[in-house]
Protein backbone atom coordinates (compact mmCIF):
# COMPACT_ATOMS: atom_id res chain seq x y z
CA UNK A 1 0.00 0.00 0.00
CA UNK A 2 1.45 3.05 -1.05
CA UNK A 3 1.95 6.67 1.02
CA UNK A 4 -0.80 7.98 -0.92
CA UNK A 5 -3.46 5.25 -0.72
CA UNK A 6 -3.05 5.57 3.17
CA UNK A 7 -3.65 9.33 2.84
CA UNK A 8 -6.84 8.71 0.97
CA UNK A 9 -7.46 6.75 4.33
CA UNK A 10 -6.96 9.70 6.56
CA UNK A 11 -8.70 12.34 4.16
CA UNK A 12 -12.11 9.78 3.79
CA UNK A 13 -11.98 8.23 7.19
CA UNK A 14 -12.07 4.75 6.42
CA UNK A 15 -10.92 1.99 9.08
CA UNK A 16 -7.07 0.61 8.67
CA UNK A 17 -5.28 -1.60 11.46
CA UNK A 18 -1.99 -0.93 11.70
CA UNK A 19 0.77 -3.39 13.10
CA UNK A 20 3.85 -0.95 13.53
CA UNK A 21 6.73 -3.37 14.03
CA UNK A 22 9.28 -0.73 15.13
CA UNK A 23 10.75 -0.20 18.32
CA UNK A 24 8.22 1.20 21.20
CA UNK A 25 10.55 4.41 21.62
CA UNK A 26 10.11 4.96 17.49
CA UNK A 27 6.06 4.22 17.84
CA UNK A 28 5.61 6.30 20.65
CA UNK A 29 7.59 9.26 19.41
CA UNK A 30 5.98 9.31 15.80
CA UNK A 31 2.88 6.97 13.89
CA UNK A 32 0.71 6.93 11.29
CA UNK A 33 -2.55 8.85 12.30
CA UNK A 34 -6.21 8.31 11.19
CA UNK A 35 -9.07 9.56 13.11
CA UNK A 36 -10.47 5.62 12.32
CA UNK A 37 -7.09 4.00 12.79
CA UNK A 38 -6.19 1.05 15.19
CA UNK A 39 -3.01 -0.03 15.97
CA UNK A 40 -0.47 -2.37 17.83
CA UNK A 41 2.71 -1.90 17.98
CA UNK A 42 5.32 -4.83 18.45
CA UNK A 43 8.87 -4.55 17.12
CA UNK A 44 10.05 -7.00 14.58
CA UNK A 45 12.55 -8.72 16.72
CA UNK A 46 9.41 -10.35 18.96
CA UNK A 47 8.10 -11.41 15.82
CA UNK A 48 10.98 -13.38 14.22
CA UNK A 49 9.65 -16.89 15.71
CA UNK A 50 6.31 -16.86 14.47
CA UNK A 51 3.09 -14.02 14.43
CA UNK A 52 0.77 -16.47 15.84
CA UNK A 53 1.02 -14.71 19.59
CA UNK A 54 -0.39 -11.92 17.94
CA UNK A 55 -3.32 -12.86 15.47
CA UNK A 56 -6.04 -12.37 18.32
CA UNK A 57 -5.09 -8.90 18.71
CA UNK A 58 -5.28 -7.79 15.42
CA UNK A 59 -9.24 -7.02 14.21
CA UNK A 60 -10.33 -9.70 11.91
CA UNK A 61 -12.61 -7.71 10.37
CA UNK A 62 -10.10 -4.35 9.12
CA UNK A 63 -7.69 -3.99 6.08
CA UNK A 64 -4.38 -4.84 7.64
CA UNK A 65 -1.52 -2.81 7.21
CA UNK A 66 2.02 -3.42 7.91
CA UNK A 67 4.31 -0.57 9.02
CA UNK A 68 7.94 -0.46 9.27
CA UNK A 69 10.87 2.40 9.03
CA UNK A 70 11.91 1.62 5.77
CA UNK A 71 9.44 -1.37 4.51
CA UNK A 72 11.76 -4.74 4.16
CA UNK A 73 10.56 -5.76 7.87
CA UNK A 74 6.76 -5.00 7.11
CA UNK A 75 7.42 -7.05 4.11
CA UNK A 76 8.74 -9.94 5.88
CA UNK A 77 5.93 -10.09 8.50
CA UNK A 78 3.19 -9.26 6.02
CA UNK A 79 4.75 -12.57 4.57
CA UNK A 80 4.14 -14.41 7.89
CA UNK A 81 0.75 -13.23 8.56
CA UNK A 82 -0.44 -14.23 4.86
CA UNK A 83 0.95 -17.77 5.30
CA UNK A 84 -0.64 -17.83 9.10
CA UNK A 85 -4.26 -16.94 7.28
CA UNK A 86 -4.75 -13.32 7.55
CA UNK A 87 -4.85 -10.57 4.41
CA UNK A 88 -2.47 -8.40 5.11
CA UNK A 89 -0.42 -5.79 3.02
CA UNK A 90 2.99 -3.57 3.89
CA UNK A 91 3.78 0.29 3.33
CA UNK A 92 6.01 0.46 0.62
CA UNK A 93 8.97 2.92 1.46
CA UNK A 94 7.83 2.59 5.20
CA UNK A 95 8.08 5.10 7.24
CA UNK A 96 10.31 7.09 5.00
CA UNK A 97 7.92 7.36 2.37
CA UNK A 98 5.37 8.01 4.76
CA UNK A 99 7.72 11.06 5.81
CA UNK A 100 7.74 12.40 2.31
CA UNK A 101 4.51 12.16 0.42
CA UNK A 102 2.74 15.53 -0.32
CA UNK A 103 -0.62 15.37 -1.16
CA UNK A 104 -2.05 18.29 -3.33
CA UNK A 105 -5.23 19.57 -2.47
CA UNK A 106 -7.50 22.74 -4.63
CA UNK A 107 -8.63 25.21 -1.41
CA UNK A 108 -10.14 28.30 -3.36
CA UNK A 109 -10.52 29.93 -6.32
CA UNK A 110 -8.74 33.11 -6.63
CA UNK A 111 -9.86 36.12 -8.92
CA UNK A 112 -10.19 35.53 -12.88
CA UNK A 113 -9.73 32.11 -12.94
CA UNK A 114 -6.98 31.84 -10.20
CA UNK A 115 -6.35 28.98 -8.09
CA UNK A 116 -4.98 28.29 -4.66
CA UNK A 117 -3.52 24.86 -3.63
CA UNK A 118 -2.30 23.66 -0.35
CA UNK A 119 0.10 20.53 0.15
CA UNK A 120 -0.12 18.47 2.61
CA UNK A 121 2.85 16.56 4.04
CA UNK A 122 0.46 14.24 5.99
CA UNK A 123 3.47 12.06 7.86
CA UNK A 124 5.16 15.30 8.97
CA UNK A 125 2.23 17.83 9.61
CA UNK A 126 4.18 20.21 7.07
CA UNK A 127 2.09 22.70 4.61
CA UNK A 128 3.36 24.12 1.44
CA UNK A 129 1.51 26.60 -0.84
CA UNK A 130 1.07 27.46 -4.77
CA UNK A 131 -0.85 30.18 -6.46
CA UNK A 132 -1.30 30.08 -9.33
CA UNK A 133 -2.79 32.65 -12.13
CA UNK A 134 -2.60 32.96 -15.52
CA UNK A 135 0.13 30.57 -16.29
CA UNK A 136 2.11 31.71 -13.21
CA UNK A 137 3.28 30.34 -10.29
CA UNK A 138 4.63 30.99 -6.55
CA UNK A 139 5.38 28.58 -4.09
CA UNK A 140 5.57 29.12 -0.75
CA UNK A 141 7.06 27.15 2.07
CA UNK A 142 8.34 24.59 -0.10
CA UNK A 143 9.68 21.31 1.04
CA UNK A 144 12.82 19.19 -0.04
CA UNK A 145 10.67 17.13 -2.19
CA UNK A 146 10.94 19.40 -5.04
CA UNK A 147 9.88 17.06 -7.95
CA UNK A 148 6.38 17.88 -6.48
CA UNK A 149 5.87 21.70 -6.87
CA UNK A 150 7.95 21.73 -10.43
CA UNK A 151 5.66 18.91 -11.87
CA UNK A 152 2.50 20.15 -10.45
CA UNK A 153 3.10 23.46 -11.88
CA UNK A 154 4.17 22.26 -15.31
CA UNK A 155 0.76 19.69 -15.28
CA UNK A 156 -1.26 23.49 -14.73
CA UNK A 157 1.10 24.78 -17.96
CA UNK A 158 2.21 27.59 -15.03
CA UNK A 159 6.03 29.12 -15.08
CA UNK A 160 7.34 29.20 -11.60
CA UNK A 161 8.44 32.95 -10.98
CA UNK A 162 8.74 33.53 -7.57
CA UNK A 163 9.55 30.85 -4.29
CA UNK A 164 9.20 32.17 -0.84
CA UNK A 165 9.86 30.25 2.79
CA UNK A 166 8.17 32.37 5.18
CA UNK A 167 11.27 32.32 8.32
CA UNK A 168 14.30 30.62 7.94
CA UNK A 169 12.66 26.59 9.06
CA UNK A 170 14.49 24.73 12.06
CA UNK A 171 11.92 21.34 11.02
CA UNK A 172 12.64 20.48 7.94
CA UNK A 173 14.56 21.36 4.74
CA UNK A 174 13.57 23.82 2.42
CA UNK A 175 12.97 23.44 -0.97
CA UNK A 176 12.67 27.08 -2.19
CA UNK A 177 16.33 27.90 -3.14
CA UNK A 178 16.67 24.32 -4.99
CA UNK A 179 13.16 25.33 -6.59
CA UNK A 180 14.35 28.50 -7.87
CA UNK A 181 17.63 27.50 -9.28
CA UNK A 182 15.92 25.28 -11.37
CA UNK A 183 13.04 27.30 -12.56
CA UNK A 184 14.93 30.87 -12.71
CA UNK A 185 12.40 32.08 -9.68
CA UNK A 186 13.13 34.90 -7.60
CA UNK A 187 13.50 33.74 -3.75
CA UNK A 188 12.61 35.53 -0.99
CA UNK A 189 13.40 35.20 2.48
CA UNK A 190 13.52 37.57 5.69
CA UNK A 191 16.86 39.54 5.91
CA UNK A 192 16.69 39.26 9.76
CA UNK A 193 16.34 35.75 9.30
CA UNK A 194 19.26 35.25 6.59
CA UNK A 195 22.13 37.30 7.95
CA UNK A 196 24.43 33.79 8.32
CA UNK A 197 23.02 32.09 4.41
CA UNK A 198 25.64 31.49 2.26
CA UNK A 199 23.62 32.45 -1.14
CA UNK A 200 21.98 35.35 -2.68
CA UNK A 201 18.09 36.02 -1.99
CA UNK A 202 15.55 38.64 -2.70
CA UNK A 203 14.67 40.74 0.44
CA UNK A 204 11.62 39.82 1.90
CA UNK A 205 10.17 42.71 3.66
CA UNK A 206 7.09 44.07 5.05
CA UNK A 207 4.77 44.98 2.90
CA UNK A 208 6.61 43.72 -0.50
CA UNK A 209 3.95 43.19 -2.36
CA UNK A 210 4.45 40.21 -5.30
CA UNK A 211 1.70 39.86 -8.72
CA UNK A 212 1.03 36.96 -10.28
CA UNK A 213 -0.63 36.16 -13.34
CA UNK A 214 -1.90 39.26 -15.87
CA UNK A 215 -4.93 39.27 -13.57
CA UNK A 216 -2.45 40.55 -10.84
CA UNK A 217 -3.17 37.68 -7.80
CA UNK A 218 -1.51 40.04 -5.21
CA UNK A 219 0.72 38.29 -2.47
CA UNK A 220 1.33 40.46 -0.28
CA UNK A 221 4.16 40.25 2.73
CA UNK A 222 2.97 41.00 6.81
CA UNK A 223 6.01 41.02 9.03
CA UNK A 224 5.37 39.11 11.82
CA UNK A 225 7.94 37.95 13.99
CA UNK A 226 7.85 35.90 17.34
CA UNK A 227 8.36 32.36 15.84
CA UNK A 228 11.92 33.51 14.54
CA UNK A 229 12.90 37.25 14.42
CA UNK A 230 12.59 37.43 10.69
CA UNK A 231 9.18 35.69 10.24
CA UNK A 232 6.73 36.74 7.50
CA UNK A 233 3.22 36.16 6.78
CA UNK A 234 1.45 36.73 3.73
CA UNK A 235 -1.64 37.67 2.54
CA UNK A 236 -3.10 36.62 -0.83
CA UNK A 237 -5.56 38.16 -2.72
CA UNK A 238 -7.29 39.59 0.37
CA UNK A 239 -9.02 36.00 0.78
CA UNK A 240 -5.75 34.38 2.95
CA UNK A 241 -3.20 34.90 5.36
CA UNK A 242 -0.79 32.41 5.28
CA UNK A 243 0.40 32.46 8.89
CA UNK A 244 4.05 30.55 8.47
CA UNK A 245 4.80 29.21 12.03
CA UNK A 246 3.28 31.84 13.83
CA UNK A 247 -0.55 30.80 14.10
CA UNK A 248 -2.02 27.27 13.69
CA UNK A 249 -5.36 26.12 13.68
CA UNK A 250 -4.94 24.91 17.25
CA UNK A 251 -2.16 26.27 18.73
CA UNK A 252 0.62 29.23 18.10
CA UNK A 253 4.40 29.20 17.19
CA UNK A 254 6.82 28.41 19.44
CA UNK A 255 9.66 31.19 19.97
CA UNK A 256 12.46 29.37 21.35
CA UNK A 257 14.54 27.37 18.08
CA UNK A 258 17.11 30.22 17.82
CA UNK A 259 17.54 30.18 22.00
CA UNK A 260 15.99 33.33 22.27
CA UNK A 261 12.56 31.93 23.59
CA UNK A 262 12.72 35.35 26.28
CA UNK A 263 13.21 37.97 23.63
CA UNK A 264 10.92 36.63 21.04
CA UNK A 265 7.74 35.95 23.16
CA UNK A 266 7.21 40.11 23.28
CA UNK A 267 7.62 39.93 19.56
CA UNK A 268 5.32 36.83 19.25
CA UNK A 269 2.57 38.59 21.46
CA UNK A 270 2.53 41.47 19.70
CA UNK A 271 2.53 39.48 16.37
CA UNK A 272 -0.77 37.60 17.62
CA UNK A 273 -2.48 40.49 19.48
CA UNK A 274 -2.02 43.84 17.45
CA UNK A 275 -0.82 42.79 13.94
CA UNK A 276 -3.05 40.47 13.12
CA UNK A 277 -5.81 42.42 14.91
CA UNK A 278 -5.67 44.73 12.33
CA UNK A 279 -6.17 42.10 9.22
CA UNK A 280 -9.88 41.26 8.60
CA UNK A 281 -11.55 38.62 10.44
CA UNK A 282 -12.74 36.92 7.25
CA UNK A 283 -9.31 36.13 6.07
CA UNK A 284 -8.81 32.50 5.52
CA UNK A 285 -5.93 31.67 7.99
CA UNK A 286 -3.70 28.49 6.23
CA UNK A 287 -0.59 27.93 8.32
CA UNK A 288 2.74 26.44 7.67
CA UNK A 289 1.92 22.88 9.76
CA UNK A 290 -0.30 21.45 11.94
CA UNK A 291 -0.12 19.49 14.71
CA UNK A 292 -2.84 16.95 14.89
CA UNK A 293 -4.95 15.11 12.76
CA UNK A 294 -7.96 16.27 13.58
CA UNK A 295 -7.25 19.87 12.29
CA UNK A 296 -7.95 18.87 8.28
CA UNK A 297 -11.22 19.44 7.02
CA UNK A 298 -13.22 16.83 5.15
CA UNK A 299 -11.21 17.44 1.85
CA UNK A 300 -7.65 16.96 3.57
CA UNK A 301 -6.94 20.74 4.03
CA UNK A 302 -6.00 22.11 7.14
CA UNK A 303 -7.24 26.27 7.40
CA UNK A 304 -9.74 28.20 9.29
CA UNK A 305 -11.18 32.09 9.41
CA UNK A 306 -9.16 34.37 11.52
CA UNK A 307 -11.94 35.51 13.30
CA UNK A 308 -12.76 32.18 14.56
CA UNK A 309 -9.49 31.41 15.38
CA UNK A 310 -9.55 34.62 17.47
CA UNK A 311 -12.73 33.52 19.54
CA UNK A 312 -11.75 29.71 20.20
CA UNK A 313 -7.74 29.25 19.99
CA UNK A 314 -6.52 29.76 23.60
CA UNK A 315 -3.11 31.24 22.45
CA UNK A 316 -5.10 33.85 21.05
CA UNK A 317 -7.13 34.94 24.18
CA UNK A 318 -4.70 35.50 26.74
CA UNK A 319 -5.02 38.64 28.37
CA UNK A 320 -2.69 38.72 30.94
CA UNK A 321 1.16 38.93 29.25
CA UNK A 322 2.63 37.60 31.67
CA UNK A 323 1.00 34.39 31.23
CA UNK A 324 1.13 34.49 27.73
CA UNK A 325 5.18 34.41 28.64
CA UNK A 326 4.63 31.54 30.87
CA UNK A 327 2.45 29.79 28.01
CA UNK A 328 5.38 30.20 25.23
CA UNK A 329 7.87 29.08 27.67
CA UNK A 330 6.67 26.32 30.07
CA UNK A 331 4.61 24.34 26.80
CA UNK A 332 7.12 23.52 24.57
CA UNK A 333 7.50 20.25 22.95
CA UNK A 334 11.31 18.61 22.80
CA UNK A 335 13.10 20.44 20.07
CA UNK A 336 12.83 19.25 16.73
CA UNK A 337 15.07 16.56 15.31
CA UNK A 338 18.38 17.72 14.23
CA UNK A 339 16.97 21.22 14.12
CA UNK A 340 20.68 22.92 14.29
CA UNK A 341 21.56 21.09 11.39
CA UNK A 342 18.57 21.69 9.41
CA UNK A 343 18.79 25.22 10.49
CA UNK A 344 22.45 25.45 8.80
CA UNK A 345 21.49 23.60 5.36
CA UNK A 346 18.63 26.15 5.23
CA UNK A 347 21.36 28.80 5.73
CA UNK A 348 23.74 26.59 3.23
CA UNK A 349 26.32 26.05 5.65
CA UNK A 350 26.34 22.66 5.50
CA UNK A 351 24.92 20.00 2.02
CA UNK A 352 23.89 16.79 3.95
CA UNK A 353 23.07 13.97 1.22
CA UNK A 354 19.89 12.68 0.50
CA UNK A 355 19.58 9.94 2.86
CA UNK A 356 21.02 12.26 5.37
CA UNK A 357 18.51 14.74 5.20
CA UNK A 358 15.76 12.29 4.69
CA UNK A 359 17.64 11.01 8.80
CA UNK A 360 17.56 14.49 9.98
CA UNK A 361 13.93 15.34 9.16
CA UNK A 362 12.53 12.22 10.14
CA UNK A 363 9.68 12.19 13.32
CA UNK A 364 7.29 14.62 13.85
CA UNK A 365 7.15 18.60 13.57
CA UNK A 366 7.50 20.86 16.88
CA UNK A 367 6.99 23.70 16.11
CA UNK A 368 3.96 24.44 18.04
CA UNK A 369 3.39 25.72 21.85
CA UNK A 370 1.17 22.91 23.63
Given at each position: ???????????????????????E????????????????????????????S????????????????????S???????????R??????????????????????????????????????????????????????????????F??????????I??????????????????????????????????????????????????????????????????????S??????????????I???????????????????????????????????????????????D????????????????????G???????????????????????????????????????????????????????
Amino acid sequence: MTAKEVTKKVIQNEELFILDVRNEGDFNDWKIEGKTFEYLNVPYFDLLDGVESILNKISADKELLVVCAKEGSSVMIAEMLEEAGREASYLKGGMKAWSEHLEPVKVGDLKDGGEMYQFVRIGKGCLSYMVISNGEAAIVDATRMTDVFTDFAAEKNAEIKHVFDTHLHADHISGGRKIAQKTGASYWLPPKDAEEVTFEYSRLEDGNEVMIGSTKISIQAVYSPGHTIGSTSFVVDDQYLLSGDILFIDSIGRPDLAGKAGDWAGDLRETLYRRYKELSNELVVMPAHFMIIDELNEDGSVSEKLGTLFAKNHGLNIEDEGEFRKLVSDNLPPQPNSYQEIRETNMGKISPDEEKQREMEIGPNRCAVR
